[in-house]
């Protein structure tokens, strides 16, 4: 039974995010990639939660089979909102029974059209409440470094960021351009005498106008330069998801400096970019 935040005692850590495929072809392709990805010995790989539940079985099912197979664990995200109290006792509960023992419990959005998604949770903290209840789990939570969009302002959204790392094990981010965000971030944390390791999420980006519009969404400031280098490779596929590589190999080099805890890659599926980061960073499975 490995529990990541032991993990994160000798770190830093590698960690790779899939989500759960909608097709056959999706699935069968989901499972080329992380056998290949796992030649790179990730100390974990985390898999995502559909808003609302819409991935409930897919994501079970994909973290207990490479739970299973693979020397390393898998991590469920977990959302609560419109989700029952007994719903997600269910869920936990069958993660623990299957050798499940990581979870990273998340509020999750609610529905688009402002509509009352019911259940009984609103926030994430109250997930991570329940799964400790439950017993059994190392618990991480979501941080977003240039605050999350929800939030009425930085004060209050590092108040309660540091109240919910102090009930979890370790923190996640959401992606971000400069590394001036996560070690801002960090350094609030700390003056609220927050110190719960939290793992900086670097994606690899594939595609322009998704880059913009993920952007936008979960409130990551793009800097002046990116924006430019971004204009310069739009419509030509492979152009962009070198730019991806190159700026990903960038924001690890400086983060690894900075002396994080670990590195978690959006891998969004594919295995050539992190292969091609871990190249360039020198890196190889035994010097990890
Ligand atoms: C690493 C990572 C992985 C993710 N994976 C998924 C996924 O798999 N599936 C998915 O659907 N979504 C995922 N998300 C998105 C996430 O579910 C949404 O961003 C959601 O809106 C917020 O989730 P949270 O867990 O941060 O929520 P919370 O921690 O509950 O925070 C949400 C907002 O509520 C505020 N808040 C918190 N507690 C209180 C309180 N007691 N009173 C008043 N306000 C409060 C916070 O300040 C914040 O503004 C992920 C995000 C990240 C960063």
């Known amino acids: 039974m490995t529990r990541i935040s032991d993990l994160l005692a000798s770190g830093p850590t590698w960690s790779f995010e899939f989500f759960p495929p909608k097709t056959p072809e999706g699935m069968v392709a989901l499972h080329d990639t992380v056998a290949q990805l796992s030649e790179l010995a990730p100390d974990f790989v985390s898999i995502t939660y559909g808003a609302l539940g819409t991935t409930r079985s897919t994501t079970r099912d ?8 693979q020397s390393f664990p898998a991590m469920p995200h977990l959302t609560c909102v419109g989700h029952t109290r007994q719903d997600l006792v269910s869920l936990l509960e069958d993660y623990r029974a299957c050798g499940v023992h990581n979870v990273l419990a998340l509020a999750g959005d609610p529905p688009a059209d402002g509509s009352d998604p019911g259940g009984d949770f609103t926030y994430a903290s109250e997930l991570v409440d329940l799964a400790h209840e439950v017993d059994g789990f190392a618990v991480a939570v979501a941080a977003f470094p240039e605050i999350h969009p929800r939030s009425p302002d930085r004060e209050t959204d590092r108040r309660q960021l540091a109240a919910k790392l102090g009930q979890s094990d ?8 400069e590394v001036d965000h996560y070690r801002r971030m960090v350094d609030e944390l ?4 927050c110190e719960t390791p939290i793992l900086p999420g670097v994606m690899p980006f594939v595609n322009v106008a998704g880059t913009r519009r993920m952007s936008a969404i979960n409130n990551c400031h793009i800097p002046d330069r990116l924006q430019e280098r971004l204009d310069a490779v739009d419509g030509d596929a492979e152009a962009t998801r070198k730019l991806g590589v190159e700026v990903a190999t960038d924001l690890v080099a400086e983060l690894l400096e900075l002396g994080v805890p670990g590195i978690h890659l959006y891998a969004m599926n594919r295995a050539q970019s992190i292969t091609e980061i871990y190249g360039n960073l020198g890196l190889r499975p035994d010097s990890l």
């Open 170 to 177: 370790f923190g996640m981010t959401q992606f971000f351009w």
């Open 190 to 193: 700390a003056d609220l005498g």
């Open 62 to 69: 994909l973290v207990v089979k490479i739970n299973d197979e």
